[in-house]
């Protein structure tokens, strides 16, 4: 089972913010989150990754709590383009990826 | 850099038969994982390689088979296909494996059809 809960859809207005919540309560101390994104019928694209601080890129910030057990995902200024699922991921496994996805939310940008 | 390659991008096939999946990672990308992705299942793990070693595996049957060339190109194999086998198969490459602080880079997939 996916470590992860993320709410099934959103919407977000063009050129707004778009804030993309994810819950992992049982996140272990070693353990990284990841966001991807995937655009229908695409490979997922990877969007951010992030310990216990928050980041930044190019593409969007990671907001983590102090706690670890939740985290959002920011995309600044939305657009049209950025309409696909988002998947928020912990690393499982020992010495190698064994990534379970969830269900991922699925973003609907709105002109 | 050139991305993550995979071939067959489209591929049909029919019951019983077998099939064979390529994937070429990032230019020096020792890890390959591989996903089955269904509107019903979402993305699945279904193994990694580091190294021409399987480190991790997924709960697929036995029909689920790769392995792992030394210039790190990967192959998957299904044998005795069935309806429920139609999917994406998505390969992902990461530089060193294993590490939480290494991005997977997917590549395009290949869409198998089952009839």
């Known amino acids: 089972d996916a470590k992860t809960t993320q709410p099934t859809s959103m919407d977000c207005a063009e050129g707004r913010a778009a804030n993309l919540p994810c819950n992992h309560s049982?996140?272990?101390?070693?353990?990284?989150v990841y966001w991807y994104r995937q655009i229908h019928s695409q490979g997922p694209q990877y969007i951010i990754h992030?310990?216990?601080n928050n980041e930044t890129n190019e593409m969007a910030s990671l907001i983590i709590t102090e706690d670890r057990k939740s985290s959002t995902l920011i995309l600044p200024h939305a657009t049209l383009r950025d309409t696909a699922v988002y998947y928020c991921?912990?690393?499982?496994?020992?010495?190698?990826?064994?990534?379970?996805f969830g269900a991922g939310t699925r973003l609907f940008v709105k002109a | 850099k050139a991305g993550v390659t995979q071939t067959p991008r489209y591929l049909i096939k029919t019951r019983g038969q077998q099939v064979t999946l390529s994937c070429s990672p990032i230019?020096?990308?020792?890890?390959v994982s591989w996903y089955q992705q269904t509107p019903g299942q979402g993305l699945q793990f279904l193994f990694e390689?580091?190294?021409?070693?399987?480190?991790n595996k997924g709960n697929f049957p036995g029909r689920f088979s790769g392995r792992q060339f030394s210039n790190s190109r990967s192959e998957m194999n299904v044998s005795t296909l069935e309806l429920g086998d139609s999917a994406l198969y998505l390969c992902?490459?990461?530089?060193?494996?294993?590490?939480?602080?290494?991005?997977?880079?997917f590549g395009p997939g290949t869409r198998l059809t089952v009839l």
């Open positions: 992902a490459s990461s530089l060193a494996g294993g590490n939480s602080y290494n991005e997977q880079f």
């Open positions: 049982t996140i272990s101390g070693n353990e990284y």
């Open positions: 992030g310990l216990k």
């Open positions: 991921i912990v690393r499982v496994g020992d010495g190698g990826f064994k990534t379970i």
């Open positions: 230019s020096g990308h020792r890890s």
């Open positions: 390689y580091f190294s021409e070693t399987q480190r």
